[in-house]
């Protein structure tokens, strides 16, 4: 399979933050694949920015066992490693102390006219102090870009005054707002198979799809974020923004163009779309689930509340959702969403149930005739298979088989799936904004989120409890069952 590299131009990617976890586990190793892929130019620089300072022979010995830590073995060979390490720096900068500014200018100083980004690996209630800073010592140039992670806020108020003091000193167009699963392989075939065939397109809507799924289900805990985790919850961590981002891939009018403002006024108007959920629909519509003891990846686990050490929580690791979209494409067609950690397995989908056929024609007996379903696998085993009926091959009368078109882009394409941070970060570079949430998306998640956070607080009802390794409260099935609906099972 072919696999294009097309150079960027020379840039500074400045990254706070740059001896955290992200910057370990996903930002450093997706730039060393970029350079060894050859698509960084000679010349560029990657500043790691920290508030302690570390001699630069020092720093990058970490960067070279962060490396071998977290790409695969083959991966990480000895060259190419001595080759990136060549182009990452240090600087300490204390945010909090607010020190340090003059030695990051002055690293950057000569450099104005190449392209700069800076990227905040950081905790939000750093993001207006470090965007302060930047401004003030005139470190942005025309050719400068920021990039933030979720979360940005907890709340539709607390999302604008992030986007608030980000946007104090940046323009809206020189912030990349990632949502990491915008960059994964299957989410971009998702516009291609949408748009770039005839075939679906005339079926998309209400008249042919009788409902649409989507899971992002993990195996794992919630690790070293309990922090974090605990005061977030899943609605928060993973609904507000990865979830709702697919929502509005898979029910966006088609945009005119992939330009970064077409797509992005199309998913706005999705999100603006949703029904909203109030206290009078939230026990039908919702489902908040916490994970008990159990057993997952291949052990006993403890319950959430033993894992991050607080048994009182009443966060949610587990939320199912029925969603609907008022607007005439998707009128009466339900969105179920659901996502959890410590759940049976790691399996991230979307399946687009088509409506069953009006009138067999077949003789009793000829087997059951399943509706058609398409389904997208994000994670693990990226593909997608067209779920179809056939005759079964053979004599013995007409006996009817559901079977899987099946397209595993591993097996097809025997190629190496990129990170999404590798695509991500480099689109940044490129000043592509296509695959980066807007202000105002980020802000209209939040409008849907707000209600259904306040109607769970009014209720004080507690999340219902799931053994780990499993799939959710039995509440999850039945929000889906109720309806005549079942969740989706790989069965080919
Ligand atoms: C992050 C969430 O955004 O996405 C995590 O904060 C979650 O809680 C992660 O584990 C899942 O990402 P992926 O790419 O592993 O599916």
Known sequence: MSHRVIPVDPFDYVVFGGTGDLARRKLLPALYQRHKDGQIPPGSRIVAVARTRREDEAFRETVRTSLQEFLPGAESDGCAVDAFLAMVSHVAVD?????????????????????????????????????????????????????????????????????????????????????????????????????????????????????????????????????????????????????????????????DSLDANSVRDEKLKVLRALKPIGEDEIDVCTVRGQYRAGASEGGAVVAYGDEIARSESATETFVAIRSEICNWRWAGVPFYLRTGKRLASRVSEIVVAFKAIPHSIFPKGSGVIHSNRLVLRLQPDEGVKQWIMIKDPGLGGMRLRHVPLDMSFATSFQARNPDAYERLLLDVIRGNQTLFMRRDEVEAAWAWIDPILEAWERSGAAPRPYTAGTWGPSAAIALIERDGRNWHEDSG
């Open 95 to 255: 945010v909090e102390a607010d020190a340090g500014w003059q030695d990051l200018a002055a690293f950057l100083a000569g450099a104005e006219d190449r392209i700069r980004a800076f990227y905040l690996a950081v905790g939000p209630d750093l993001f207006g102090k470090i965007c302060t800073g930047i401004g003030r010592h005139r470190l942005v140039t025309a050719n400068t870009r920021l990039v933030i992670e979720k979360p940005i806020g907890s709340s539709l108020a607390t999302a604008r005054a992030v986007n608030e003091a980000v946007g104090s000193v940046f323009a809206e167009d020189q912030i990349f707002r990632i949502d990491h699963y915008l960059g994964k392989e299957t989410v971009q075939n998702l516009m291609v198979l949408r748009f770039g065939n005839s075939l679906y397109e005339p079926l998309w809507n209400s008249a042919h799809i009788d409902h649409v799924q989507i899971t992002v289900a993990e195996s794992i805990g919630v690790g070293s974020r309990a922090g974090y985790y605990d005061s977030a919850g899943a609605l928060r961590d993973m609904v507000q923004n990865h979830i709702l981002q697919l929502l509005c891939l898979i029910a966006m009018e088609p945009p």
